[in-house]
């Protein structure tokens, strides 16, 4: 019964980590667009529409780490899940870094079906904008 108590709390714990992971991926995504279009709206010269790409590649990178953190957690629950009741190996240890070499890179995750489609539209949709400008002459 102590194991099972023990368990329902680290779970817990994991779960809420979890939950912050995702939160922070929502807030990344209205940041970028915030930002993306902020920075389209900034009147300047040539190329100033170009920055608009900063705040998205920054933002699309900070999405994914924050994916590929959130992924390590989540295997680090189902080890816990797993494996909690036969061992108190690694109790309330949430360190996700031995899970590091079970899952992709970041980069991959940069482009995995969600998050490629979110800021792959974004970033196409930037580029139009900005070519559209550069042939208006600025």
């Known amino acids: 019964m102590e194991r099972e ?3 329902i709390e680290e779970l817990k714990i994991i779960q809420d980590i979890i ?6 991926s929502f807030l990344i995504k209205g940041w970028a667009i ?3 279009v902020v920075t389209l709206l900034l009147k300047g010269g040539g190329f100033q529409a170009f920055i608009a790409f900063i705040p998205l590649l920054v933002f699309w990178y900070l999405d ?3 994916l590929w953190l959130e992924r390590l957690y989540r295997r680090l629950y189902d080890w816990v899940r797993e494996n909690r009741l036969k061992t ?8 996700y870094r031995r899970f590091i070499k079970d899952e992709q890179s970041k980069i991959r995750i940069m482009f995995s079906i969600t998050l490629g489609w979110f800021y792959g539209s974004i970033f196409i949709l930037t580029l139009l904008y900005v070519l559209i400008v550069q042939l208006k002459g600025g």
């Open 5 to 7: 108590k023990l368990m």
């Open 19 to 24: 939950k912050r992971m995702a939160f922070n």
């Open 34 to 36: 915030t930002l993306v």
């Open 64 to 66: 994914a780490y924050f």
């Open 88 to 95: 108190e190996e690694h109790l309330f240890d949430m360190d």
